[in-house]
Structures are given as structure tokens and as C-alpha cells.
């Protein structure tokens, strides 16, 4: 049998090369999933970064994907503050150039100076208001007649941080006295004050072991204020306090205490203390009106030299809102009430204040 060689093509030949190269597998490269969607999101940034010209009917809030909502909104963001800065230091060499002849600085807009008009608000010259100042309830107080005497109390089973407070307190206001309540009623306890002179009837209350509100009660005639008090902070929890206060009536300052309410309750914290201050103590007293929250600090100052002085926090301090004031002194239920904290309908604006 005859056994004939058949030649092989050159179409066959490439036919198998192309085989195997289709046969053999490319080395891939093992990359980071993250990574390809980095560098797609660089280039993105470059090509915003290089032409951003924002239309005028711009909307961050149409761009529905996130981080480009985001970038797009930082960007934006951006360009505001540059174009400010370039306003501003515009409006710098403006006024560097006028000298003297350059416009009053515009004032930044707050809450405060955009405040809404109060009828209440009391003008300094009233001869009515005055004449209610020199026969209210604290009128033999400011005419020297009365010196304070105040009892300090709390609510049944304080905690140690109450008391700590009402002690710390008692070092605050000159002739104070910290008695336990032991479980006595607010209204047997004020016919006792009356009968011991004391002029003040203040207690704390607590929820939780914190100090959370305030009986202000003045005797024999009343008015009682409600507070509610934060933010107690004692005098171990405060950094670069000064030494324990000294025995020295300190002087007191009342801020932004403008309408009639606001003028009731700032001779309330002000017959809490001596009329006469001692000066040699340096201590200072405030009750710093803002927003309706009164802020309490004591301070003591201190001359460096003839030109400057310092000043350094005793503590504690406090902040207080008040909730109700009632005339007369404490009745919960019989009690005929001057003026009582209505949230919703009180503070819905927030450009109006009471006090």
C-alpha cells in the first residue's frame, strides 16, 4: 500500500498560529476596585474645575447624583466666597483712598438689631413708669428702708450637686443662709421667713440630680418669678477659675433688661443684693440679658497697671429662662398670675423678645 505525503498549505499554517495566539492568555494586571472609579472622578473634577460657568437658573438640587451634587455644591460654594473676598478687598482700597471722606461701615445684620418692636419698651424719661417704680413691691428696698436677707432651699431629698449649688450660691449673695427643706410645704415655709426678716425666699429644684429650675419669691408682698434654669456649672468643672470668692458685697450689672417685664425682673435679681457694693472686693455680679435667656456671671477684676485691667470668673455659672411671674408670693392654685411663658404662640417669631 502506498503511503503519499500531503503538503501543508500556508493558509493552514496561519490558521494554527492564529489559534494559538488566540489560545495563549494575557497576563492582567490586578488593580483596586476603587481606583478606576478615582481616576474617572479626577478627571471629571479637572474638566469642572477648567470651564465652570454656571448658568444663572442654576440648581445644585437638579443633579441627581450624589457626589457630583456634592462636588458641584462645594464648587459653587467656592466661587461665593472668592467673590466676596474680592468685594471686600475692593471695598478696602475704596475706603483707603477716600481717607477720612470714606462712608461709615455698614453694620451686619442680627437678631438683635432686627428685633421687632416692643410697645412695652420702657423710655428712661417715663414719669408713669417711675411712678410705678417708687410704689411697687421692692420700692422700700431701693429707698434704703430694707437690707436682703435671703433663705436658700431646694426640693425634697436633694442630690449633692444641688446642694453644692445652693451652697456655692450662698457664697455669691451677701447675708444668704442654706437651710434643707425636710419635706416642709412652700406655703408653711414663707411664714417663717416673714417672721425671721428674711426678705428672699429661693429654691432650687432638680430633676435627674440637676439642678433644672428656680422659686424666686419676694417677702413679705411677692411677686414670685419662675426660671427655668442650664448649663449650671460649678466651680471644680470651670477652667482657670479664680480663689473662692470673699465676703465683699459685690457690685452688679443688669444688661438689656428693656420692657416693662424686663424691668420687673431685673429689680428682682437687684434686691437680691446690698445697694451699697464694697469696692475693695472687686467682685463683680452679672445678669446679662439675650434673647430672653439671662446668663449669670461672677467675675473679680484685677488692675495690671494703671492702663489695663483683667478680669477672672469665680463661678458658678448659669443660665435662666423665665416661666411664669405670679403677684404675691407662692400659690400654685389660688395664685393670680402677671405674665406666663406661652411657647407656641410666644416664640413662633423669633425676632420678638419679652424681657
Known sequence: ????????????????????????????????????????EEEKKKEVVEGTV???????????????????????????????????KKKKKEREALGDKAPPKEVPKTIENQRVYDETTV????????????????????????????LITTSDRPRGRTVRFCEQLATVIPNAYVYYRRGLALKRIIPQCVARNFTYLMVINEDRKVPNGMVLCHLP???????????????????????????????VILNNFTTRLGHSIGRHFAALFPQQPQFVGRQVATFHNQRDFIFFRFHRYIFKNEKKVGIQELGPRFTLKLRSLQKGTFDSKFGEYEWVLKRHEMDACRRKFQL
Open 1 to 40: 500500500m502506498d503511503i503519499t505525503e500531503v503538503p501543508v498549505t500556508q493558509d493552514d499554517s496561519k490558521g494554527k498560529k492564529k489559534k494559538n495566539k488566540k489560545g495563549k492568555k494575557k497576563k492582567s494586571v490586578v488593580r483596586p476596585e476603587g481606583s478606576n472609579m478615582e481616576e474617572k
Open 54 to 88: 454656571f448658568p444663572p437658573t442654576f440648581s445644585v438640587s437638579e443633579i441627581k447624583n450624589k457626589q457630583r451634587r456634592h462636588f458641584m455644591f462645594m464648587k459653587l460654594k467656592q466661587e461665593k466666597r472668592k467673590e466676596k473676598m474680592q468685594l471686600k
Open 123 to 150: 423710655d428712661p424719661e417715663d414719669e408713669e413708669v417711675a411712678f410705678d417704680e417708687g410704689t411697687d413691691e421692692f420700692s422700700a428696698y431701693f429707698n434704703g428702708l430694707t437690707n436682703p436677707k435671703v
Open 221 to 251: 408682698d411677692g411677686p414670685t418669678a419662675h426660671f427655668k434654669v442650664s448649663s449650671v456649672r460649678l466651680r471644680k468643672e470651670m477652667k482657670r477659675r479664680g480663689k473662692d470668692p470673699s465676703e465683699h458685697s459685690p457690685e
